[in-house]
């Protein structure tokens, strides 16, 4: 099966990390098909910079349309998931969603944790937004400068470690989440260190939206999810203007 | 004192509504400045088009700062409310959280009575992010056709107030909301056959910007709406480069 | 316009400070009429107090009716708000009400600071029956002895600055509400010295009451805050008699 | 042991209720003290007469303490329940408070059923205060006129029985509190015809006050419920001052 | 009338302990019944524990009933209390059940200290089952060995005083409960120096199971408790298996 | 990789729809083994039946430990989950959870359909447990008798395809789950009749348990499902006493 790891930072060294992360988990006959934002931050870090990337995923996804059978929004706010979650027939599932549900399989509340402060906000309001506040113990954040978000995980592994130990201890974490895009692969490397399970959302992602696959769930044609109807629009790219537009497929 | 009245669909018709309505309760010297979405669908409804007109909302801001005293989201689900309070130093203020804090004043519980069906899902989560859903008695809206967004709340008119009066009587709400920007002004035609007090949601946003600006808030340079850090950026509008990367003021 | 600040506490050096505070963002035209509790305790600071000050408050409230276009409970813990709402058919804002819904205009969560520890328990109960206890991220007080209620927010201003600067810092807190009618007016003093926007209850409040006069809201007769049905009392004052027998007006 | 059975409502009628429907259940030794409101409503059934029956309240407990073992706060709103806890040494119990804890040990949710639609928006409010809510199926009455608040039980027992068994049906209560002080002792005589426990309030508070009395709890010195600071009042009863300000006692 | 205290765990030493301390509180007339658990683990302390003791405490009572007025569930976290609610038509009271309830009428919010960190997620889940989480200040642990479980309470006695202390202080708890069965009668000891009510599980059990036998609750017939259809079953122990399958009463 | 399918129903034809449903979307390599309850009732139905088979659970799972790669808790309720996470350090997924986790991602709130009125209570304490209660729609059950456990899904299909039709209509699901071992297989076959997503539990419970053995979580050994000490224990099966007493491995 294909699955579009569709990453809304204009980061390349990202989307390669996301996909090498997410091979180690994937099953066989299982391929990742990488996608980078054509526009927009190198990295989303506020609510205004997913608000962005936001439409943008749109866009992503509406281009590919047709070609796989189900998507990743590869950056860990799931920015655009509740929109093509609407425009889409294929699986969609976030990063954020879908390292929160395996978390809440291996223990009854998991800590968020991440590389930058400003990350925060948002992480917080992706919790909210899924309805799983009351599963979270704490987001924790470093809150110091890096050098370059293409090797931040590299740069803080051992902080980046500290803070976990910290949550767990003092926050009551069954579970860690090692958080954002830049941090792919780290949980594999640390898992030894952190007395707890630890989960990287995009091999969270990967086999999430695999078990989706399988399931063959039907297109909502009634509920919040269905597809909304016909609209025009202006200024929209091609692929998103049809897809709102009914156009094409 | 300048309030931009800046409406994130592309209808021009929907805009005029909204200006007309915000007029009458604006204090003497309050200037409403009219804006129409350059892109975007001509009324937003459903979660993808909201996330759309969010990142529209910001450029719309973005090219108008420095020449408002204050800002309104003018589309009942806010889009772009929170990246705007991060990105601009002028208060801002959503017309759903604005018909919802006024609500709070007149009643335990209000009742939001609108137009479309496609609207709930999206309505329930803004409902939900400004932390308000426990004063949210119901959601009720019309499940039927109508002919056009621009007089929507004349053709409709006795359908809705039947829906108020409902709502009241079954959903125990102390206060209806009449949302959603085509409604605008169709508040005081009906307050008198409807009984509870009935909010207008440019109204109540006219009325707590003027309200705001009064009282000059700081920006935050602390807590999650502090500006975010200088970023760069790809193929966004100019004005909106410009404040994500800290240019031009 | 007229707007009644009825000060629950017998204090008339508070009295004094509210109004003073509150005329500095009234509009032209508004008038801010003050009047001070004739029976109860200096200061409210505890439920058996707000209590007392409650049943005051509505005795207050009767007297004015027919000569104010709105009314302000003018202490944070809004003492008799709910019982005034259901009484009277010119608005009612509470000062903890306003100082909190504008606060839910300029962030997400917002600390309420004060002088006396005492009265955190008061503080709590309120922000719970506002229903805004999740947008609220802590109640901080000091715990000291202070010299007079007249002069509290001079005696221990900077006390009151350090412990708003470290609720933004340790509960995340994205606005500040100095609370309690005896710090009315030093918001404006120290907006200067905290990272975040600072909200004066008194001033919060005749915004919204202004702005609730504007709007002109109608009287409900139905719901749960229309006017009780005529009764029967024994001992009431004789103003507040009038209004639950239905009488005078 | 002596309760206090103390009635904020001036209706002696309703006291006389509340004390033969008391004595059923009381224990051997167990002498129940009746006292009722010497100014206020006949019966308390709005918010606004729920802050006049609390002041009034405190005052009726002031007057007796020193005399009664535990204290009964005789309306099924509570009025004044949080102030009395702070001020006396005895314990004090309300009766919706005591009727909703029995009904916790009796199964999931309980239904609060009722005579007047009145009642609604007050009862509402003291199940959230108590932080019920999540145990509360539903709060349900009649709404419609009733002869003499003396004998609307009597008058309106089938009524009241249909509604009871129409909101175990409906609601999925588990169980059924008849609420309001007019109803005392209805209980006992419907009880085979509603196929879920039935909790009559004034039993319920009278066997959880014995049980507090013999269990003896300390008067709290720390917390949110230890006596307040002495204070200076005005205008208070004397016996109510005594106690603010430490007099006496 | 015959009250069981029906321990859960293994050790007799604990039944003991509990009965000594109910009886302190006991009314003249009622007669505590020990009985210990024939299977399981000298002390229950975590999920898997308590399902063990769930299902051994279903076999107890099944064992005594036609024998008591009511029954008490011994250990702090309910273990089986749900499904003996179900299938007995006596009044089963938990004993973390009770502590709570108790509690709430004696402050707003309580802790729940304890002598080992291994308690936590159990007690936490029993708070969350009876749906009072929001009434719980914390929950406190000792985190260090202990020589046996029958006299731990003298072992760490001043321990868990300074615990209690600090909760007071630094949690904001108005009430302490000293949970855990082994803890039974300690708080009668050390209710001087903690400056809240104390509240010890086995005395609030007896005094609300003999409230509830003076009550005389029906068995529901409806709603949630209401006793299962008969059942055949496999491998139960024989008094279980008769109430499940509706035989010998 | 091998997963047990433990059902904790006596009934063997339930376990053989179980294994049936499971086999459809398990991926090419992974054995289902299939393991029904030696002692308990035919279908678990109850809060009373369900501590039953959450002790025969944890006897089953000690049973296999060293054979499996992951186990499903193979009855709606998720029974024994809770301690099985705490014993044993392959993955245990509930199927209740899973069915819940998998719906989490196709729509904001999910129905559960069923057969039986009685399961009712139940399954609303194990989406409580699982902090769920947010996402979950309702809860709609058949109300009548049915000829046996083995074919319930056959004689009731039509009614329950009813059933699901209904409550995407009046209670707003965006997803279906139709629940209880039972019905293990139901789904493939109607998801044409339904106008959402619909999903199998048991299917639901072995793609997650297939991905966790693929993402290889450690054990905990800190938070609150490491794994207890070692206890000592009476009357218990030797499997689950060895687990308990740490012996064997």
């Known amino acids: 099966m294909k699955l579009l790891v569709a990453n809304p930072n204009t980061s390349t060294g990202v989307t390669d990390r996301l996909v090498a992360a997410g091979k180690l988990v994937a099953s066989p006959g299982t391929e990742l098909l990488p996608m ?3 526009r927009g931050v190198p990295y989303i870090a506020t ?5 962005i990337g936001s439409a943008v995923m749109l ?6 349309r047709g070609t796989v059978d189900a998507a990743i929004v590869a950056a860990f706010g799931d920015p655009g998931l509740g929109g093509a979650r609407e425009l889409f027939d294929f699986p969609v599932v976030g990063m954020a969603e879908a390292a929160m549900l395996v978390a809440c399989t291996l223990g009854r509340r998991f800590a ?4 930058a402060k400003a990350l925060e906000p948002w992480f917080a309001e992706i919790v909210d937004w899924h309805g799983l506040a009351g599963r979270c113990a704490a987001i924790r954040t470093l809150d110091e400068a890096f050098r370059s978000i293409d090797d931040v995980a590299d740069e803080k592994e051992q902080l980046l470690v500290d803070l976990a130990v910290g949550t767990v201890k003092n926050d009551g974490a069954d579970v860690v989440i090692l958080a954002g895009a830049p941090l792919a692969g780290m949980a594999d490397r640390v898992k030894g260190r952190i007395p ?8 969270a992602a990967v086999v999430m939206a695999e078990g989706l696959v399988r399931l063959k769930p039907r297109k909502a044609t009634a509920g919040t999810f269905k597809r909304p109807a016909a609209k025009d629009s202006k200024g929209l790219s091609q692929a998103l203007a049809d897809v709102i537009g009914h156009r094409g497929t």
Do not use: N, W, Y
């Open 36 to 38: 980078t934002a054509p």
């Open 59 to 64: 866009e992503m996804l509406a281009e590919k």
């Open 112 to 115: 968020i944790v991440s590389f």
């Open 196 to 203: 707890v399970p630890v989960v990287d959302g995009i091999q």
């Open 47 to 51: 609510r205004a910079e997913a608000a």
